[in-house]
């Protein structure tokens, strides 16, 4: 149980250009999704937290009109890279968090690679 | 003060060896943590999560809470070269986020 899937694994995209990145929970629902963003060689970074039904919550320094998150549903949340630029290609990764148990462990996808040219 | 504290590594032990991992936080009101493997161009996977002090055994991973010294540890018992990674610290704050260590490299050499 607990799988996070994301959808795509790997994007190449033209500076300019929009991407959305899906994140699904496969096998059970969570209020509360995380996307997170690392560089190579470098830290998790979180950068937002998606909550279903309301708006996220950004990270300082994260611009929300630039990463657009959307959580529709228990299972669903997307982030929108907006006019991507060069500097935006990063590992995308979000997480989920299970409403079923009280634990607050948090669930990995595989990840989105992204590169802007 | 940084929320969640590790060596950077890389940690190096031969095969078969005990490698222990550390990591300190400094919200004394923590009531989690949790220990994440991540391999090279991969997300991180959970490994072990511990909520009481002292010790958590799953299989070869043993994980270690002092809530008084705030101290959280991860052993891993007969080291194979596959356990090489970076290893994550996960710490849940009183008010509910999930901050994470720098991680340490573990390299296992055969």
């Known amino acids: 149980g607990a799988v996070v899937s994301q959808h795509p694994s790997r994007v190449i995209c033209k500076s300019g250009t929009s991407v959305k990145i899906e994140c699904r929970s496969l096998?059970?629902?969570?209020?509360?999704m995380f996307w997170y963003r690392q560089f190579p060689k470098q830290s998790l970074m979180l950068m937002a937290t998606?909550?279903?039904?309301?708006?996220?919550?950004?990270e300082q320094g994260v611009e929300k009109d630039k990463f657009l998150i959307n959580h529709a549903s228990l299972t669903l949340s997307t982030l929108t890279v907006t006019s991507a630029h060069p500097e935006d290609s990063s590992f995308y990764i979000c997480?989920?968090?299970?409403?079923?148990?009280?634990?607050?462990?948090?669930?990995f996808g595989p990840g989105t690679r992204l590169l802007v040219l | 003060q940084k929320e969640v504290e590790q060596n950077s590594g890389p940690l190096s032990v031969p095969e078969g060896a005990i490698a222990s991992l550390n990591c300190t936080y400094s919200?004394?009101?923590?009531?989690?943590f949790f220990w994440y493997r991540q391999y090279s161009g991969k997300s991180p996977e959970l490994i072990m999560s511990?909520?009481?002090?002292g010790d958590k055994e799953d299989g070869r991973f043993t994980a270690q809470l002092n809530k008084a010294s705030q101290y959280v540890s991860l052993l891993i018992r007969d080291s194979q070269p596959s356990d090489s990674a970076t290893y994550l610290c996960?710490?849940?704050?009183?008010?509910?986020?999930?901050?994470f260590g720098k991680g340490t490299m573990l390299l296992v050499s055969p």
């Open positions: 997480s989920a968090r299970s409403t079923r148990t009280r634990e607050e462990t948090q669930y």
């Open positions: 096998d059970f629902q969570a209020t509360t």
């Open positions: 998606s909550n279903e039904g309301s708006k996220a919550t950004y």
């Open positions: 919200d004394r009101g923590s009531q989690s």
């Open positions: 511990i909520y009481s002090n």
């Open positions: 996960a710490v849940i704050s009183r008010y509910s986020t999930l901050t």
